[in-house]
């Protein structure tokens, strides 16, 4: 089952080839600023290791729709994509996967250098591939959450799944 989210603070609008249309309603992340992270490494790889060590310090407990069981997560062992800047000479940051069950990640944690020049650093932002509710910790401090949501919708302000026919190829 495809999920689609907006990982934007823009509100998007997207058209599949098949004709499926969707129109986020409410921005898909905030972003906030990590006050005691180190300062961007100069190089890019020490950079990818500042960011996979901040990556460390995130946790999340997911919280069943249904049950209102909750279950740790945990997150998955490589980024699931690294930016950087056209050149490639600029690591910018990477998505981590957190997951409870398997390797399909129920929710995504953004971490990226600051792109405000005048005061380097680093921010994150999660968003939601889940009708769960999601607590988010930085050590043991709350960070973000959100609310389980009906399993009968399909479709939320800034995400959603739907139903998509494998495509089989002939060999």
């Given at each position: 089952m495809p999920c689609f989210v907006s990982a934007t603070e823009e509100l998007i609008e997207v058209r599949w080839d098949t004709g499926r249309e969707w129109k986020a309603t409410a921005s898909g992340l905030t972003w906030k600023t990590l006050s005691d992270a180190p300062l961007p490494a100069e190089s890019p790889r020490k950079r990818r290791l500042q960011c996979r060590r901040i990556a460390e310090r995130f946790s999340a407990t997911l919280i069943e729709a249904a049950s209102r069981d909750s279950q740790e997560m945990r997150r998955l062992p490589r980024p699931i994509c690294e930016l950087t800047d056209?050149?490639?000479?600029?690591?910018?940051?990477?998505?981590?996967?957190?997951?409870?069950n398997g390797t399909n990640p129920d929710v995504l944690l953004l971490l990226e250098t600051h792109p405000d020049t005048t005061k380097p650093g680093w921010r994150y932002a999660f968003t939601r591939m889940t009708n769960g509710g999601v607590s988010a910790r930085e050590g043991e401090n709350n960070v973000w959450s959100v609310e389980p949501v009906p399993t009968t919708k399909a479709s939320f302000p800034e995400w959603l799944f739907f139903d998509e026919p494998r495509m089989v190829t002939e060999r």
């Open positions: 056209a050149d490639e000479t600029y690591y910018l940051g990477a998505v981590f996967g957190l997951t409870a």
